[in-house]
């Protein structure tokens, strides 16, 4: 992150929003806000362990697609589609470029029978309208020729492209400042009510920030906000992931040109590289609570499939590992906008579609928040849906 | 290491020897010599990227043992028969423990190719007069119940045991500290001669430090040591090893409660567990010239073995991941003593056994710097063995 936009407290007097989260959800909805002329305010500690900052980065849906999630898809869709436009207004905002790459993703199968897994999902994405394209193993080792032989064959998906978070990051904390939004560099204790309404919230040394609306985006520790009637946030499982940052020998393109995923005897793996030469390899899928320790058997999974994929990778550098915790929700879909709570909104359980839900998330919270009411296209992320349901 | 054995730039003035390097093997070196009165400094900078701060600390000269290597066993069987009365020399010297344990190793075979390896060395253990103890695949794991039930039986060495090499660094500074050996936080640039015989030598910041005797004990950097005939330091390969560093949770004993070595269809692996519950997993053996990064291959090819050793690993946290050059000398054994160059010293080439050699090695570096002579159980590893060889 650079120092321009590093977390600084700025002078905050009565303002109409608070955001408690500085990873990408909250940002974004603190930037579309503070666009739409609202006063805003940001908690967050100085150093969040945000997904955000973990993330690989995939804006994915056509090969993200997988039976029984197309509402997320659809959305994970307007997402996409809608980045372009959402980056052409964060540069007129700051300087930051996003580190986004419209190379489109590979997607390839190890073994005969992730072959027929990868076929299978054919129709469902034809059904959803994303544009694929079938490739022969010689075909799949034209576009990346650092693929291993044995790959079966895969799908070409060219819309589907990606970004880097930590630069997404930097860049909407930086079109924030230039828009005059407040960085408090605290936790959120508590949300204050009176009379059932959103009065403000306290922050963890004590210090009360009043304002009428208050927007929970902290992925998973926005459970442990209080202050609220029971089941107002519902419980946001941790699920975590642990990954790799390689390096590229100074001088060398990364070993993949675009976002390679592959399926590996069953198991899910990509790599995606980055501008600078970086690759992210990635990632474990584990429920462990709040763990966040590296482990053996996390990384050696992670290692294993992206060396029969990419035998190549043997020889790069391992240049940092990365353990990030996503926010499931209980049916593992956004929560997004006005609760039972007047004035209290939730952006939170992106789960594994933070990044690719960012853009649609800022347009969905900004309308949230200036109208009370979600765009037709995420009623179904209503916020309010599990309210009443046991935590 | 801890904030009392750190480097400091001690009074010196004139000492009698000058050692290059603050490795295991430095470190031995300058203390028997200050414990015998001569005056010594030792020339290191600040944080020296040694051998001695990465190895696993195994002193298993019977599971060690391989054809061709008798002479270096022997020296390493001298050296490990004196370890429990150099640990208590050191102990009158200083109060930091160097973690030594001492549960022995069992060595254990993961197929009947890797069972009949095992088989072969033992005439060669008998010749050497090691004592060993043949285990079926159930004893072994009545020893070490983590072993995955696939291991076909192993060898136990109740004489092999474990030192933790960075305590054993911080012990033996604190010891040397204790004798007034002075440390110059600098590198050698070069040894200063005058009519063939050594004068001191030079630093890297220019300053000239005048010394009777100078032992050079840098490890792989030592051959870049100038001023002296070509010859006079053979070339030190640099042989790269990476290792994990596993952490136990809190409360738990380690996963192993000995050293456990593995030969996984062909391929070495070692666990070394530690008092405080730490578990060194390693290590690779590359030659890659200078070249200190971590990679996939390594990682990956560690954490395989490990696993299918000991599957319980997987679960356990990486606290650390560490790579060293170990020096190899062109036949693989140590350069101890006088050279041709009169009042120059080698302490170096020690590859593998740096940690196993330590104490011997202080006792032939000791008597060298006495009598200008070796005594007959070190006499093979004369520093001038290669002189006039073509570096």
């Given at each position: 992150?650079?120092?321009?936009?590093?977390?600084?407290?700025?002078?905050?007097?009565?303002?109409?929003?608070v955001?408690?989260?500085?990873g990408?959800?909250g940002?974004?909805?603190?930037?579309?806000?503070?666009?739409?002329?609202?006063?805003?305010?940001?908690?967050?500690p100085?150093e969040?362990?945000?997904?955000?900052?973990?993330a690989?980065?995939?804006?994915?849906?056509?090969?993200?697609?997988?039976?029984?999630?197309e509402?997320?898809?659809?959305f994970?869709?307007?997402?996409?589609?809608?980045?372009?436009?959402?980056?052409?207004?964060?540069?007129?905002?700051?300087?930051?470029?996003?580190?986004?790459?419209?190379?489109?993703?590979?997607?390839?199968?190890?073994?005969?029978?992730?072959?027929?897994?990868?076929?299978?999902?054919?129709?469902?994405?034809?059904?959803?309208?994303?544009?694929?394209?079938?490739?022969?193993?010689?075909?799949?080792?034209?576009l990346?020729?650092?693929?291993?032989?044995s790959v079966?064959?895969?799908?070409l998906?060219?819309?589907?492209?990606?970004?880097?978070?930590?630069?997404?990051?930097?860049?909407?904390?930086?079109?924030?400042?230039?828009?005059?939004?407040?960085?408090?560099?605290?936790?959120?204790?508590?949300?204050?009510?009176?009379?059932?309404?959103?009065?403000?919230?306290?922050?963890t040394?004590?210090?009360?920030?009043?304002?009428?609306?208050?927007?929970?985006?902290?992925?998973?520790?926005?459970?442990?906000?209080?202050?609220?009637p029971?089941?107002?946030?519902?419980?946001?499982?941790p699920?975590?992931?642990?990954?790799?940052?390689?390096?590229?020998?100074?001088?060398?393109?990364p070993?993949?040109?675009?976002?390679?995923?592959?399926?590996?005897?069953?198991?899910?793996?990509?790599?995606?590289?980055?501008?600078?030469?970086?690759?992210?390899?990635g990632?474990?899928?584990?429920?462990?609570?709040?763990?966040?320790?590296?482990?053996?058997?996390?990384?050696?999974?992670?290692?294993?499939?992206?060396?029969?994929?990419?035998?190549?990778?043997?020889?790069?550098?391992?240049?940092?590992?990365?353990?990030?915790?996503?926010?499931?929700?209980?049916?593992?879909?956004?929560l997004?906008?006005?609760t039972?709570?007047?004035?209290?909104?939730?952006?939170?359980?992106?789960?594994?579609?933070?990044?690719?839900?960012?853009p649609?998330?800022?347009?969905?919270?900004?309308?949230?928040?200036?109208?009370?009411?979600?765009?037709?296209?995420?009623?179904?992320?209503?916020?309010?849906?599990?309210f009443?349901?046991?935590?």
């Amino acid at each position: 992150m650079d120092h321009e936009s590093s977390p600084r407290r700025t002078s905050l007097t009565a303002p109409d929003v608070v955001v408690a989260g500085a990873g990408l959800i909250g940002l974004v909805t603190a930037w579309r806000a503070a666009r739409l002329g609202l006063r805003v305010g940001v908690v967050s500690p100085e150093e969040p362990g945000t997904a955000s900052g973990v993330a690989a980065g995939m804006l994915a849906p056509a090969t993200e697609a997988t039976f029984g999630e197309e509402p997320l898809m659809r959305f994970g869709i307007t997402s996409r589609d809608r980045y372009p436009s959402f980056l052409n207004e964060l540069a007129e905002d700051t300087d930051v470029s996003p580190g986004y790459r419209t190379k489109g993703t590979l997607q390839v199968a190890f073994d005969t029978d992730d072959m027929a897994v990868l076929t299978e999902l054919r129709d469902l994405r034809d059904r959803l309208g994303l544009r694929t394209e079938r490739l022969t193993s010689r075909e799949c080792r034209r576009l990346e020729p650092a693929l291993a032989p044995s790959v079966r064959g895969g799908i070409l998906a060219p819309d589907d492209h990606s970004v880097d978070p930590r630069r997404l990051t930097a860049a909407l904390r930086s079109a924030c400042l230039r828009h005059g939004v407040a960085f408090i560099p605290e936790r959120v204790a508590e949300v204050v009510l009176a009379d059932g309404t959103v009065r403000g919230v306290r922050l963890t040394d004590g210090t009360t920030v009043p304002a009428g609306q208050v927007v929970l985006a902290a992925g998973t520790w926005t459970s442990q906000i209080g202050g609220l009637p029971t089941g107002t946030v519902p419980v946001l499982r941790p699920v975590k992931g642990q990954l790799l940052r390689l390096r590229t020998p100074t001088g060398e393109d990364p070993i993949v040109s675009r976002t390679v995923r592959g399926l590996v005897r069953g198991s899910p793996v990509y790599l995606v590289p980055r501008d600078d030469g970086e690759v992210i390899v990635g990632a474990t899928q584990e429920e462990m609570g709040h763990d966040t320790r590296l482990t053996v058997g996390g990384v050696w999974e992670v290692l294993r499939d992206a060396r029969e994929l990419v035998p190549g990778v043997a020889e790069l550098e391992i240049a940092e590992t990365c353990v990030g915790l996503r926010p499931g929700s209980p049916d593992n879909e956004p929560l997004l906008g006005p609760t039972g709570v007047a004035g209290l909104h939730l952006a939170v359980g992106h789960f594994r579609h933070g990044v690719l839900f960012t853009p649609a998330t800022g347009d969905v919270m900004a309308q949230a928040l200036t109208t009370g009411s979600l765009p037709e296209y995420a009623r179904r992320f209503d916020a309010a849906r599990h309210f009443g349901a046991t935590a």
